[in-house]
């Protein structure tokens, strides 16, 4: 049975929206706005200053990748750089072309890789959730292998590129996740897993996710007390453990009702619920419509993202 942090990913489906090859040279500095989407830089050669809205600026050099769940405001830079040029996100190109910044000629001074992913399926809040503002990974040599495959799947039209693209984009995410669990993450799923207890009992809920959980249960699990395990596990993951896993079966019913491989029954039974009203009526509770109108507003969202 695959880990939670496995599951998360699979439900996601990330792929890369774009990923363009950005150097720099001379004197330089750029502004982009709120992008929303989640984004990622990985340096190749030299360095430069990323400043994110709202945070202390880093210094990137050669091997640190940078992962913005959410994107937003940000300013790239050279030392000593002059006032940025405002720049607009969705403008760049898609095709894997250069994107030089400062002067155009000679060797530049800093290469790095950047783009955005997009996730094909599933709300994507629980991911997000799990991750602080910025992810940054300094001397990262297992991300680095994995950017300079992705700059050279992104840079050429080989037989299965967008295969390749999807598999390393799943691996850079978890590659940054991994490096992201522990305290240094906000309440989440992340964070949980940094706990060696808790990961057991998270572990536990992802593999069996139709059995009828307690907190008792699950203290047991976990070698805690009732009491230590429910207060330890809702500061630590950010919810209560019996609402964490009702969001977690609300994301794979939804995967499954988008699927529609399965009628709502089923659904019910391989969420833990043991009949379909049960199910119905927890499902509108917690997401707003009815399993069979999400089913069809799904498909049709579905169809029509097949045809443009």
Known sequence: MADPLSQLIDLLKPRAAFANVISGKGAWAVRFPAYGKPGFCIMLEGSCELAVDGHAALALKAGDFVLLPTTPAFTLSSADAPSPMLLDPHALPSDGRDVRYGDAGDAPDMRSLGGAFVFERTDPSLLIASLPTIVHV???????????????????????????????????????????????????????????????????????????????????????????????????????????LLAWRMQVAKDL????????????????????????????????????????????????????
Do not use: N
């Open 138 to 244: 300094r001397d990262a040599k297992r991300l680095s292998q994995l950017v300079t495959m992705v700059a050279e799947e992104t840079t050429t039209s080989g037989p299965g590129r967008d295969v390749m693209l999807s598999r390393l984009v799943d691996l850079l995410l978890i590659e940054a996740m991994r490096a992201t669990t522990g305290g240094d993450a906000p309440p989440g799923l992340l964070r949980g897993l940094g706990d060696a207890r808790l990961a057991v009992a998270l572990e536990r809920m992802h593999a069996r996710i139709d059995h009828p959980w307690s907190v008792g249960e699950l203290a047991q699990v976990a070698a805690m007390s009732r009491s230590t395990f429910h207060e330890r596990f809702t500061r630590t993951v950010g919810v209560a453990p019996m609402a964490y």
């Open 257 to 308: 009702l988008r699927r529609g491989d399965l009628d709502a029954s089923r659904i019910a039974e391989r969420v833990g619920y043991g009949s379909g009203s049960a199910f119905s009526v927890a499902f509108r509770r917690h997401v707003g419509v009815a399993p069979s109108r999400y089913a069809r507003d799904s498909g049709s969202d579905t169809r029509s993202a097949t045809s443009t």
